[in-house]
């Protein structure tokens, strides 16, 4: 089935630092790929996405390429500011769906930046 | 603001009850689709549907069912409740046309969290 792993957190950071959030993934064909962030006491908000590989998904400064040779979606970040304090995940919607389709998740990485 | 409404916020209950939670999708979309998320099993889908019909089904517990009714609108049932079935539940919603793209975005809404006691 399909699965999406997540580095493990919390990550911890100091303003202005480079953030990398690891994100892998398990689907068969060319699952769409998406990354969310949740704020305390809120619901998913998108915060990127890419369809097709070697697509580079960005919003907010935040980045992540698709890379269909590493099944990979790694999130960066230049520089993170204390408002980035958020959980951030990963997440998959099988190919071959139309309709819409469910969102596979990873487990969540809790930022914290520091001023 | 994502344009999805969920109802209640918060939610109390005893054990063995049964609750409703109320999702009202964004204008247009036609898919609604239901998540929980737990501290032990992360987010997890649990069931669609698009258009006032079942499209795909997760991990849904028998003891829970959801319906989508003619005006778009979205209820979550569960019942016989558990410990184990407190956790936050979200629902989202999507355009959702027959035919359309699977990478189309789903839209949150601040979800019920649901306290079983």
């Known amino acids: 089935g399909n699965s999406v792993t997540q580095m493990e957190g919390p990550v911890t950071l100091s303003e202005e630092a480079f953030l990398t959030i690891n994100c892998t993934y398990t689907a068969t064909g060319y699952p769409s790929l998406f990354w969310y962030v949740q704020y305390p006491g809120e619901g998913l908000q998108l915060l990127l996405k890419a369809t097709k590989a070697d697509d580079k998904g960005s919003n907010k400064g935040f980045e992540a390429t698709y890379r269909k040779e590493t099944t990979s979606f790694h999130l960066e970040k230049g520089s993170v500011q204390v408002s980035d304090s958020a959980v951030y995940f990963c997440?998959?919607?099988?190919?071959?769906?139309?309709?819409?389709?469910?969102?596979?998740f990873g487990e969540g990485t809790q930022l914290t930046v520091n001023p | 603001d994502s344009g999805v409404t969920q109802t209640p916020k918060h939610l109390i209950t005893a054990t063995g009850q049964r609750v409703t939670l109320r999702c009202s999708p964004r204008?247009?979309?036609?898919?609604v689709y239901w998540y929980q998320q737990s501290l032990d099993q992360g987010l997890q889908f649990l069931i669609q549907?698009?258009?006032?019909?079942?499209?795909a089904k997760g991990n849904i517990l028998e003891r829970f069912s959801a319906q989508q009714f003619p005006d778009l609108h979205s209820e979550l049932n569960l019942s016989s409740l558990e410990l184990g079935d407190s956790a936050l539940y979200f629902c989202?919603?999507?355009?959702?046309?027959?035919?359309?793209?699977?990478?189309?975005?789903?839209?949150f809404g601040p979800g019920t969290r649901l306290l079983v006691l």
């Open positions: 989202a919603s999507s355009q959702g046309h027959s035919g359309g793209p699977p990478q189309e975005t789903q839209y």
């Open positions: 549907y698009y258009n006032g019909e079942e499209r």
């Open positions: 997440a998959l919607t099988p190919w071959g769906e139309t309709s819409g389709s469910r969102l596979t």
């Open positions: 204008s247009g979309d036609l898919s």
